[in-house]
């Protein structure tokens, strides 16, 4: 039996390796805040933000111990949300700190970087060296001042969702440390499950470790005995029974979400998505493209091409094409109030789901 061999041997200092964005300036934006750190020369302002949620947490974690003592209250404000008064944060920064060197203030989803914060723009650059923002963002806008402000004083980070080979090596890592082996092929049943949101392959590593706590060597059984599929997961089943025009077992995997607190609306947009990735797929199967770069293109892990061509061979072009169309018609449907939400995705698939439909 062959087992994978690459790993990292320590989780976090492994990731300053990561490249979670485009170009080598963001690998070397994060590899110099592990430097600020080490060297003890923070910035007055840093700005994380990106798709990926966990290294934007373990980061925002780092600095904020680094700046502060975690029992220094006097000396930590945090602020969340849309209705953030720029003059209180202001005020708080102009306040010397109370026996330290420096203040930190935390601000977290605020939409500063996103609509037009022209008091703190012009400000950051006056601000005192002992104080020190971190902004933890969701949505930022290049073209604003807040994002050139911040650029030109302090550092800036995209945290974006990581590749397969990086979230491998991490994981593989993880293995190593609890001295356990695992195959290529259950590994890659792994992350099937937990797709590729690090939070969520944490959360589902911890449970299949504890799992596996009296064995050498992670099995396939392991993984479907305690790894939770995601949505997306159901949302395929889902498409697989309607390309098998088993409307039963399809509305059944719907109502399953339903039970489970799944807004309709979300649920819709991930059936039209996945839609949108099979159309992707079979075009440019028809054009002779290779797996890795139908992946890139859209928007999946290398390994789940194989099985979305299998599920996109179920359906013509022009059907999922067609399918589409009246998801995102429905989508619009419900926006303005024509029909129920729930209602409308249980049309949808009894309509693809039929015999006689012809998809």
């Given amino acids: 039996m062959l087992f994978v061999k690459e790993v990292i041997s320590e989780q976090m200092n492994a990731i300053h390796l990561y490249t979670p964005g485009k170009g080598k300036d963001i690998q070397t934006a994060m590899k110099t805040i592990d430097e600020d750190i080490k060297n003890g020369q923070l910035k007055k302002v840093y700005l994380l933000y990106g798709e990926e949620a966990y290294l934007k947490q373990q980061y925002k974690h780092k600095l904020t111990s680094a700046f502060v003592s975690p029992s220094d209250t006097m000396n ?59 902004f933890v963002e969701s949505e930022i806008d290049k073209r604003g001042k807040m994002y050139k402000a911040v650029k030109k004083i302090g550092s800036v980070v995209e945290f974006g969702e990581q590749k397969e080979q990086v979230l491998t090596r991490w994981v593989l890592g993880r293995l190593k440390r609890e001295n356990k082996k695992i195959t290529q092929a259950v590994l890659q049943l792994f992350f099937s499950k937990t797709g590729t949101d690090m939070g969520n392959i944490d959360k589902e590593l911890e449970k299949l470790l504890c799992y596996t706590l009296e064995k050498d060597v992670i099995e396939a059984a392991d993984v479907e005995a305690v790894c939770t599929g995601q949505i997306t997961n159901r949302i395929f089943d889902m498409i697989n029974a309607i390309g098998r025009r088993d409307r039963k077992q399809a509305l059944l995997l719907y109502y399953d979400l339903l039970s489970l607190k799944e807004p309709p609306m979300r649920i819709l947009y991930l059936i039209n998505r996945q839609f949108r990735i099979l159309i992707d797929l079979k075009t440019m199967k028809q054009a002779g493209q290779d797996a890795k770069t139908m992946a890139a293109k859209a928007g999946i892990m290398p390994f789940a091409v194989k099985r979305s061509l299998e599920q996109a061979n179920m359906f013509s072009l022009e059907e999922l094409k067609q399918a589409l169309s009246d998801g995102i018609g429905l989508e619009t449907d419900i926006k303005t109030g024509n029909i129920q939400e729930q209602i409308a995705v249980e049309l949808l698939i009894v309509q693809y789901s039929a015999p006689s439909s012809g998809c």
Avoid: H, W
């Fill in 76 to 134: 930590y404000t945090r602020y969340e949300g849309k209705k953030i008064n720029p003059l209180g944060v202001i005020d708080v920064a102009e306040t010397m700190p109370f026996f330290a060197d420096r203040r930190l203030i935390l601000i977290e989803d605020s939409g500063f970087f996103k609509s037009s914060c022209e008091e703190l723009a012009k400000y950051l650059p006056e601000m005192p060296q002992t104080s020190c923002i971190v």
